[in-house]
């Protein structure tokens, strides 16, 4: 656990700017990176963005250090140990039903033996931050503790902590079972901050202008 982003949790400033600003700014990227009314797969990495911004915001630049490896299992380091962050456009699962997949990505890959590789060699060793967005009802804001993962992954087992998809299909990559997310995110030691997801009213002061920002630049001396 990191005690510094512990406490953040628990920072009652921090925490009702989170759930102030948090659904704004997610709303922006999305408009950022819609065309014809869908939004792109770059929206990932704005939203990843907004969130390292938030703990420079609250930690300093010098305590936060971006991964420049994307091969690795986390985004950046933060104070020295690493975090991933995983965002997620949907509700997490509330009950264990079927054995299925959560949706959130450990890897990204559509190479089968990768994929093979990577569920035999996994091991949880970063902290998580976990972004829950569902727009018009409830999320939340979570911080799942690397004692936390290897905890759950330890009582379940590899086998029920993560979710291959069937060969023949195109899984873009390896997940979080249902039931191992719902075990993390309901753990004692979890920390949540609770979102309503409510989207902004389009006012004319959140019109994204695509093109305004290099035209200013192309109409500078």
Not at 115 to 128: C, L
């Amino acid at each position: 656990m990191i005690e510094q982003l512990n406490q953040m949790f628990g920072d009652e400033k921090i925490v009702e700017k989170i759930k102030r600003k948090l659904p704004y700014m997610l709303f922006i990227a999305e408009v950022e990176m819609s065309k014809s009314g869908k939004v792109g797969m770059e929206v990932g990495t704005l939203r990843e963005q907004i969130i390292i911004a938030l703990l420079i915001y609250k930690f300093g630049y010098e305590n936060v250090k971006p991964n420049p490896i994307t091969t690795e299992d986390f985004d950046i380091e933060l104070y020295g140990k690493p975090v991933s962050i995983k965002t997620i456009k949907k509700n997490l699962p509330k009950r264990i039903g079927k054995f299925s997949g959560s949706g959130i990505k450990l890897i990204w890959t559509v190479d089968w033996e990768k994929v093979e590789n990577f569920y035999r060699n996994y091991e949880p060793k970063s902290e998580m931050l976990l972004v829950e967005v569902s727009w018009g009802k409830d999320g939340g804001f979570y911080y799942i503790p690397s004692e936390v993962q290897r905890e759950v992954f330890g009582e379940i087992g590899r086998n029920r902590y993560i979710y291959r998809h069937r060969r023949g299909t195109n899984p873009r990559g390896v997940e979080i079972s249902n039931e191992g997310i719902k075990r993390l995110i309901e753990h004692r030691q979890t920390r949540k901050i609770d979102i309503f997801w409510e989207r902004p009213e389009i006012g004319a002061e959140i019109i994204y202008k695509p093109y305004q920002r290099w035209v200013e630049i192309w109409a500078e001396e």
